[in-house]
């Protein structure tokens, strides 16, 4: 087997695993249980050959050594290649550098492609000429909107090639790695397969795992050293620090003044809020300034925008209010750190924030393609549904009850619940997407 790391010739599968994310990942959870623990599903990369795919999500997931990894299993290839696409000059340049390394069977992983202008064009140009019809590409990238831009011109995509989000692990993920004997009788289940009365009959207690959760989210760094050491250590927090603040790094904003921001999305959580009222404690002066910088952070996956989803008119409406929600518990704990500028990470230091929400909005995110996930809203009564996923309400109470208005906005929904604290993670862990055997 030919194996191209970076144009570089090796003969040596091996050389796949020194990348230090991977090196780190073994020396975690061990040469035989890094397939299983893989920061992304090693089975979603199966495709045929003539496909091309594309992974995208946050920097730090793990997609670059996860792809390493699985190009260390590909049995049906002659050639391997990864290219680190900053390498790359222009469109014509990863056209030659390919065109010169294919042989056969091939597989091909192109790592943050987007740096490469019309990258597409290239791939489209050497498909249309039938040099890639030997081969299986993925194609990743860690800005949404130009990578799924460009990819949705790429062929070999139909029926054949896959769009993939690497999201941080889910709870159902977490569980089944590290407490599979408590998840053994619901592994078979999913939300589709229950009711409420169901959901209000389970006795079991998985409160000390949410709260762990909560911690370390589903980040494979802070998951690792959470659970090996039972702290997270400044560098892991200063990574994810330094990524949301490089994402803004590009508009000229005073860090004090992306500071401020950042306190008043963790101070809004949970609720509607408008850019208007965003700006509120900061010194931007103008809501548009607002929107461009909570878009940037969406296009780089550390904040998700849920859209309102009304059921009557089974579409989604435009609103002036926004419910954010970073994309993972621990990423919230990070913008607590980037808005209260902590520079030591101690726990008693970082405020504290009601994540519930968050890290169930987290089991929502899917790696194949789903419903987009949504709040529910009336106008009428004024009354709201926290999240609306695949034709379901979900209802998160901690205390109490819903309201009369609210149980009347449930019953528009084909499915729902009304999730009290103490069935949360049980329920997180059947909304969630779990793994496939490799």
């Keep these: 087997m030919r194996i191209f790391i970076n144009q570089k010739l090796s003969s040596n599968i091996n050389e796949l695993l020194e990348d230090p994310s991977v090196a780190e990942a073994i020396k975690i959870w061990g040469k035989d249980d890094i397939i299983a623990k893989s920061a992304i599903d090693l089975s979603i990369f199966r495709t045929p050959f003539g496909s091309i795919s594309l992974l995208y999500g946050p920097r730090q997931i793990g997609k670059t050594a996860t792809l390493k990894l699985f190009l260390t299993q590909v049995q049906d290839s002659e050639t391997l290649i990864f290219t680190d696409c900053s390498t ?50 993925w194609c ?37 790695f590290f407490y599979i004997h408590e998840t053994a009788p619901f592994r078979s289940l999913s939300f589709k397969h229950i009711n409420q009365n169901w959901l209000n009959d389970q006795k079991i207690d998985w409160s000390k795992y949410w709260s762990s959760y909560l911690l370390s989210g589903g980040i494979p760094h802070a998951v690792a050293s959470w659970i090996n050491h039972g702290k997270i250590p400044d560098s892991i927090w200063h990574v994810y620090a330094d990524w949301i603040l490089g994402t803004w790094s590009r508009v000229r904003t005073p860090q004090r003044s992306l500071a401020a921001l950042a306190r008043r999305i963790c101070d809004t959580l949970n609720t509607r809020v408008s850019y208007e009222s965003l700006k509120k404690g900061t010194d931007i002066q103008s ?69 519930d929400e968050c890290a169930f909005l987290t089991q929502m995110f899917r790696k194949e393609d789903s419903l987009p996930i949504s709040y529910l809203y009336s106008d009428r009564s004024k009354s709201e549904i926290d999240f609306y996923f695949e034709e379901c309400g979900f209802e998160l109470k901690s205390n109490g009850n819903p309201t009369q208005h609210q149980k009347e906005l449930l019953k528009t929904c084909p499915q729902s619940f009304i999730i009290k604290k103490e069935k949360l993670p049980l329920m997180a862990y059947l909304v969630g997407e779990g793994r496939t055997s490799y």
């Design 88 to 137: 790359i000059l222009d469109k014509a340049d990863l056209a030659q550098h390919l065109s010169g390394l294919i042989q056969g069977p091939t597989t091909i992983v192109l790592d943050e492609v987007q740096e490469v202008n019309d990258w597409h064009l290239a791939l489209r140009s050497m498909f249309s000429e039938g040099k890639l019809k030997n081969c299986r590409i």
């Design 287 to 355: 809501a548009n300034t607002i929107k461009t910088l909570i878009d940037f952070q969406e296009d780089h996956f550390s904040l998700h925008l849920l859209a309102r989803f009304d059921t009557q008119k089974e579409k989604y409406l435009p609103s002036k209010l926004k419910k954010i929600y970073p994309i993972d518990p621990f990423i919230a704990r990070i913008w607590t750190a980037i808005g209260w500028n902590i520079r030591r990470i101690y726990e008693e230091s970082v405020p504290e924030l009601k994540l």
């Design 140 to 176: 990743t990238g860690s800005e949404a909107r130009y990578l799924l831009e460009s990819g949705e011109r790429l062929p070999g995509r139909k029926g054949e090639g896959k769009t993939i989000f690497a999201r941080p692990w889910s709870f159902r993920e977490y569980m089944d």
